[in-house]
C-alpha cells in the first residue's frame, strides 16, 4: 500500500513486518501540459532527474544526466528521458538507490528535478515522483508535483538516515535552475 505523500511528510523506509529496505527506486514521470489553441500539439519538455549525496552538510557526490553512477556505485540513474510522456504510473527517468551499499558516512540523500530545456512548471502535467522497493516493485510513497508555476526546478525529497534507518521527507520547495548544481543553494535549508 502506497502512501500519498504532502510536502513536508515523512515516512520511515521500513518494511512491514520488521526489516529494513535494501534497495529503492525513486522515480520521476510527467507529461507536457496541452497547449491551447487548434491543433497545438504539448511541446516536448525534458525534465531532468539528479540526486545528490550528502555527508554532514556537505555534497559528496552527485547522480545525474551525464554521471549515471556514484562513485562508490550505491547509486544509479538510468538515463536521460529527453520528452517525458508517462505522466500517470510509469516512471520517465528512475534513479536506483542500494541502500545497504550507501557508505556509512553519507546521510542525506537529497533528489530534484529540473527543466533542462527552461521550460516552467506551468507546461508540465501529472508530474510526480515515487519510491518503489526495488526487490518486489511495490509502490512505497508518491508525492505529486503539483501547483504548476513560473519555476523551472524542484527540490522534490530526500532520503535520510534517522534512528539507525532510512527515512524519506517529501519537500516539494520550488526553486529555479536548468541543472542540480543551480539549486545547491537552495538545498541547503533542507539538509
Given amino acids: 500500500m502506497s502512501v500519498n505523500l504532502s510536502k513536508g511528510q515523512a515516512v520511515s523506509l521500513e518494511k512491514r513486518g520488521g526489516g529494513t529496505l535494501t534497495s529503492v527506486r525513486m522515480g520521476l514521470g ?41 562513485d562508490d556505485g550505491s547509486v544509479k540513474h538510468t538515463g536521460d528521458n529527453l520528452v517525458g510522456g508517462a505522466g500517470d504510473d510509469e516512471d520517465d527517468e528512475s534513479i536506483l538507490v542500494d541502500l545497504s551499499r550507501v557508505p556509512a558516512h553519507i546521510d542525506q540523500i537529497v533528489f530534484t528535478v529540473n527543466s533542462f530545456t527552461g521550460q516552467t512548471f506551468a507546461e508540465v502535467e501529472n508530474a510526480f515522483c515515487r519510491l518503489v522497493d526495488e526487490t518486489n516493485g511495490q509502490e512505497l510513497a508518491r508525492y505529486t508535483l503539483t501547483g504548476g508555476g513560473d519555476y523551472t526546478a524542484q527540490i522534490m525529497a530526500k532520503v535520510h538516515r534517522q534512528d539507525g534507518g532510512w527515512q524519506m521527507t517529501a519537500l516539494g520547495a520550488h526553486s529555479n535552475g536548468r541543472t542540480f548544481q543551480d539549486l545547491m543553494p537552495a538545498i541547503q535549508p533542507y539538509l
Fill in 30 to 70: 510527467w507529461k507536457a501540459a496541452p497547449r491551447r489553441g487548434l491543433f497545438r500539439k504539448p511541446k516536448e519538455i525534458d525534465l531532468d532527474a539528479s540526486a545528490v549525496l550528502f555527508a554532514s552538510g556537505e555534497p559528496k557526490d552527485v547522480v545525474f544526466f551525464r554521471h549515471l553512477v556514484s
